[in-house]
């Protein structure tokens, strides 16, 4: 079973807004990363967040962390359409193996 | 320097076929993994590797094999491919363990088995 889930799984936005989604895990973690995959590409890392950390900024993206809740989100803003793609968390319980959730699909309609 | 790269990008197999998938990274990464991806499921770790030499289970290791025989290698076997094979297959390498050595992933195999 996969450590992380999602929500939503699917996301529609008009550019310019802000695209929020978020991560719950299972089991106690070191850090917490969020990766973006275009379709048919490969997957490409956005943000780490390390245990001990609560937020943490990169650019337009927003993460935060809450580990009595086993949780996390992402927030996008002012979202452009080249925002268009999956987003997935990964948890790294010992630093060293990743395990992924099902992702989320964010659409940015023009 | 060209990162973590994979052969083939695209294959069609038959059933009860046999293959193997090459990942080859140039960054001196101590670590590597190989994963699958299936539609609405994620990434899912088939095997990995923290050194030349090793390798262990990850949490879909039926009907796969690997080897490390070179640091910069890590190969993925299918010895007899079913059609639940059929995936998208990614490489990833990591220099070492630690927050701060993140990860690298391949583009990606596409595999088709009918």
């Known amino acids: 079973s996969q450590q992380g889930e999602e929500d939503p799984q699917a996301l529609s936005i008009q550019e310019g807004e802000n695209a929020t989604m978020n991560c719950s895990y299972k089991t106690s973690i070191n850090n917490l990363q969020w990766y973006r995959q275009n379709s048919g590409r490969g997957l490409v890392h956005l943000i780490l967040i390390r245990s001990n950390e609560r937020e943490k900024h990169s650019g337009r993206l927003r993460v935060t962390l809450d580990t009595s809740k086993k949780s996390s989100s992402l927030l996008i803003t002012a979202s452009r359409a080249a925002d268009t793609a999956s987003y997935f968390c990964?948890?790294?319980?010992?630093?060293?193996?990743?395990?992924f959730g099902a992702g989320t699909t964010v659409t940015v309609r023009a | 320097n060209a990162g973590v790269t994979q052969t083939p990008k695209f294959r069609v197999l038959k059933t009860g076929q046999s293959m193997t998938l090459l990942c080859a990274q140039d960054m001196n990464h101590e670590y590597m993994y190989w994963y699958r991806q299936d539609p609405g499921m994620g990434l899912r770790l088939i095997h990995y590797s923290v050194g030349e030499g090793t390798t262990a289970k990850g949490e879909v290791p039926d009907g796969y094999n690997v080897s490390r025989l070179k640091k910069q290698n890590f190969l993925l076997g299918l010895e007899s491919a079913a059609p639940s094979q059929t995936s998208v297959y990614f490489c990833a390498s990591k220099k070492q363990r630690g927050a701060g050595y993140g990860y690298t992933f391949g583009s990606g195999t596409r595999l088709t088995v009918v």
């Open positions: 990964a948890t790294d319980a010992l630093d060293y193996k990743l395990s």
